[in-house]
């Protein structure tokens, strides 16, 4: 089953063009690695794929529910932000519901009888059943250990450059 395929593929930033005519098919049994010297056009390939950058000419077609993700070399980060802090940054609408859910029961501490916050509450909690965001922490805890980091509190700062990395994929 054909996962994506990309058909007469052109990029270029100048008038040199970096990539012409790129054609490639991955299946759900490949493995892929792109190999080439530097400014070969590796990485623009890569944002294409994973739609971060547009081509210039060309198709790209992906099967149906195909999520694409993409890994930068330089991971972006505030070094006083612990693990934690960092990973759930990339949980997109989850964490924004989270968030609203929180946000919500400190609101009605102070004002619980106020019925439009509560139906709020209500509809917030169904959200998160539907997308499977009570368990979040646990199922980041427990990648990142299976990564081999473990000091969920640690600071982005201290990581190593490998560390970092593997954090980063927590992300994606």
Request: proline share 2%; aromatic share 6%; with cysteine.
């Amino acid at each position: 089953m054909n996962l994506i395929t990309l058909e007469n593929i052109y990029k270029s930033y100048s008038e040199k063009p970096l990539l012409t005519d790129v054609k490639l098919t991955i299946t759900s049994e490949d493995k892929v690695g792109i190999i080439g010297v530097n400014g070969a056009g590796k990485s623009t390939l890569l944002k294409i794929i994973a739609g971060i950058e547009q081509e210039d000419s060309g198709t790209i077609t992906k099967m149906n529910g195909l999520n694409i993700s993409y890994l930068p070399q330089h991971i972006e980060f505030n070094p006083e932000d612990r693990i934690m802090d960092h990973v759930f940054n990339g949980a997109g609408e989850i964490m924004e519901v989270l968030r609203e859910y929180e946000h919500v029961l400190e609101e009605l501490k102070t004002n619980s009888d106020n019925s439009k916050l509560q139906q709020q509450l209500f509809k917030l909690t169904s959200k998160i059943d539907a997308l499977g965001g009570w368990q979040i922490e646990s199922e980041a805890k427990a990648l990142l250990t299976k990564l081999g980091i473990t000091d969920f509190d640690a600071k982005m700062g201290k990581l190593s450059g490998g560390q970092r990395k593997r954090v980063g994929l927590c992300n994606v």
